[in-house]
């Protein structure tokens, strides 16, 4: 089964976790056309309200509050690892398209849940993978370029 999103004018993010690599990539997210952070949740309080203040969000709520808000399409999920499969479950139930950094779970049991549970909601479920600087990423844009493969 396909998921797609409907054409929207805006997709407003809710982010929980707020590490290192959360603030990098919502530096980067938010500089999309269309996608407008909206709410904070969770880990460090400190740490997630100086970075919802960084981003014009006026307070950090916890997950459920976030999920359950009406102004969040997406979930952007950058928490320690071995909290992935609880905050992507409670985002999918909730109905959130959800992009979570790596590991998805920490089983291939969770994970399958995980992929299951998007596909019964029609939501949208990625892990984030950045490959920018891996090296073998250089070596396939040297061969596509090259037009060795066709």
Request: glycine share 6%; hydrophobic share 50%; aromatic share 4%.
């Amino acid at each position: 089964m396909l998921c797609t999103m409907a054409i929207v004018d805006e997709i407003r993010v809710g982010a929980v976790g707020a590490g290192g690599f959360g603030l990098f990539a919502l530096q980067h997210l938010t500089q999309l056309l269309g996608v407008r952070l909206t709410a904070m949740a969770r880990t460090h309080r400190e740490p997630a309200r100086r970075m919802a203040e960084r981003f014009g969000i006026p307070d950090v709520v916890d997950i459920e509050a976030l999920v359950r808000s009406d102004d969040v399409d997406l979930v952007y999920i950058s928490t320690p690892p071995f909290l992935h499969y609880a905050d992507a479950l409670a985002a999918l139930r909730a109905g959130k398209h959800v992009i979570c950094e790596k590991p998805l779970a920490l089983s291939v049991e969770h994970a399958d849940e995980l992929i299951d549970v998007a596909k019964a909601n029609e939501r949208l479920l990625v892990v984030n993978l950045m490959q920018r600087y891996n090296p073998l990423s250089e070596q396939v844009r040297e061969l596509i370029a090259s037009r060795i493969l066709g």
